[in-house]
């Protein structure tokens, strides 16, 4: 057993420290688009629409039967090619590994987040959708101020746990040699050698900031339920 | 379209077969890593409800390690990390074994232990559904703590959570795919050796994705078999409980607690 010398993290910190910044913006960014995204994509199954209601349900049954990393070499590899078409050229774009990164996972996270709300509106009281009505509110504004937001209120601890999940997942852009925290350390461990502690050291921080999160979400779980639906 | 998988690759086998030793390996990882995670788990989550302070600490203390650091850094910590750590001798032992070993039961470790908490939690979850007039039924009949549990409360518990494991299962064979990241050529890296290749990348994704799609409806299917066959008559069919644990927290007749998360 070699001895460890955590020394050598002191001198990295900075560089790991932009890696954790990268991490960090790209779980709020999938988290935003997934959410925005996984949302219409709940409400597209709500109302049944005929042919869209079934290709976002295919879509979501397919994303979430194939593991992340493959989804990103897909992504990867059709992005461009999409893009291409969409510009009119038909010829590839290149847009590189980052912006790989945040549209794979945003649409992603989508599928996962729209599972989410979709069980919400499926649960929410029959009697709400019909006070709405009986107070003559329009289709957009039952949804936009009196269904989502119990949704999302009550959804919001699984949401949160999601959340910290795809935190965790954004390790895996390691497979495109992004530099996130993982890549981070990884990058410098082939420099000096000094895998040990590397590894270490970003275990800790991902087991820190998970567990601090899974901590508040626990604490807001008790003191957000909606009055009398707690069991 | 599927057409170049049955060309010859430089090796002498055929694209296809390269697909089908990745799936084999695939297999056998979510298989025996499902093993030892249901093994670890169930010990766990039992763990994590008996009355002994100490026992219960250990037990939430394995979850959330488990837990809260990424299935990615985990690998690469038994890869990478544990053979350092070890003592010379054995460390050697272990850096020398021969390639797809070297890379599978450290991936199998991998995979079994971190399953192995979530499932700790759905047994705990189970477990925390039952009444307590089922342990005092047992007590009162006269039976040992250890009795209880062993034929009052773990029968029961899991026949409950049966449903909450589907989504553990279709979470296992999923992170499979992390162990291409220590070199085990499982299906996604041989779909990804396939496509750089031959430069036919739609038809080497295309093939894992089919073979991961049927994959996940067998092991959606083979669970609702298993579900109707033990459910507890009464409770919530698996078809309907597979989905993400809101209905706990938004109708007074959810069955589980908490814990319930999707997986990926």
Redesign the interface.
């Known amino acids: 057993?070699?001895s460890l010398d955590f020394s050598i993290v002191l001198q990295a910190w900075p560089y790991l420290w932009s890696g954790l910044l990268f991490s960090l913006a790209l779980t709020a960014a999938a988290f935003v688009i997934g959410m925005s995204l996984g949302t219409c994509f709940a409400l597209v199954q709500h109302f049944e629409l005929p042919v869209i209601g079934r290709v976002v349900r295919g879509y979501i049954a397919?994303i979430?039967?194939?593991?992340?990393?493959?989804v990103l070499?897909?992504f990867f590899?059709l992005v461009p090619i999409v893009l291409g078409h969409l510009g009119g050229s038909g010829r590839p774009i290149p847009i590189g590994a980052t912006w790989t990164a945040f549209i794979t996972f945003g649409l992603f996270e989508a599928a996962?987040y729209s599972?989410?709300i979709?069980?919400?509106l499926r649960?929410?009281n029959r009697g709400q959708f019909e006070a709405c009505q009986a107070l003559a509110l329009s289709t957009f504004d039952t949804y936009r101020c009196v269904i989502l937001p119990q949704v999302l209120r009550?959804?919001s601890?699984?949401i949160l746990?999601?959340t910290?999940?795809l935190f965790?997942?954004t390790?895996?852009v390691?497979?495109l040699s992004l530099t996130d925290l993982?890549g981070a350390a990884?990058k410098l461990a082939q420099l000096n050698g000094r895998?040990?502690e590397m590894?270490?050291v970003?275990?800790v921080v991902?087991?820190g900031i998970?567990?601090a999160a899974?901590q508040c979400v626990a604490s807001l779980?008790k003191r957000y339920?909606i009055a009398g639906?707690?069991? | 379209m599927f057409g170049v998988l049955f060309e010859q690759a430089a090796d002498g086998q055929r694209y296809i077969d390269w697909l089908l030793s990745g799936l084999g390996w695939t297999l056998a990882l979510a298989f025996f890593g499902w093993w030892i995670a249901f093994a670890v788990g169930l010990v766990v989550g039992i763990g994590r409800t008996v009355q002994n302070g100490m026992i219960a600490a250990l037990a939430r203390l394995y979850v959330e390690i488990f837990r809260n650091i990424p299935v990615l850094v985990q690998m690469f910590l038994w890869y990478f990390v544990l053979p350092e750590l070890l003592p010379n001798a054995l460390g050697n032992a272990i850096k020398q074994m021969s390639p797809p070993w070297g890379s599978f039961f450290p991936a199998l470790v991998c995979l079994g232990l971190y399953t192995a908490a979530r499932i700790a939690e759905q047994v705990r979850a189970g477990i925390e559904a039952l009444p307590k007039g089922q342990t005092e039924a047992a007590h009162a009949l006269g039976l040992t703590g250890y009795m209880t549990y062993r034929y009052v409360i773990v029968p029961q518990a899991l026949r409950l959570i049966v449903p909450s494991l589907t989504s553990e299962v279709m979470g296992i064979y999923k992170n499979t795919s992390v162990a291409l990241t220590i070199g085990l050529m499982e299906l996604t890296a041989q779909a990804r050796q396939i496509s750089e290749a031959t430069f036919q990348t739609f038809t080497a994704f295309g093939a894992a994705t089919l073979i991961y799609l049927g994959l996940a409806l067998i092991a959606y299917q083979s669970m609702v078999l298993i579900d109707r066959a033990v459910r507890i008559p009464g409770t919530t069919p698996a078809k309907d409980a597979i989905e993400p644990r809101l209905a706990d927290d938004v109708q007074p007749v959810g069955s589980l607690p908490e814990a319930m998360e999707v997986v990926k």
């Open positions: 057993m070699n397919l979430r039967s194939i593991p992340l990393i493959l070499f897909w590899f996962y599972e989410i979709r069980v919400g649960a929410v009550v959804a601890p699984i746990s999601q910290i999940i965790q997942d390790s895996l390691y497979v993982l990884s895998l040990v590894y270490l970003v275990a991902y087991l998970s567990s899974s779980r339920a639906t707690h069991r």
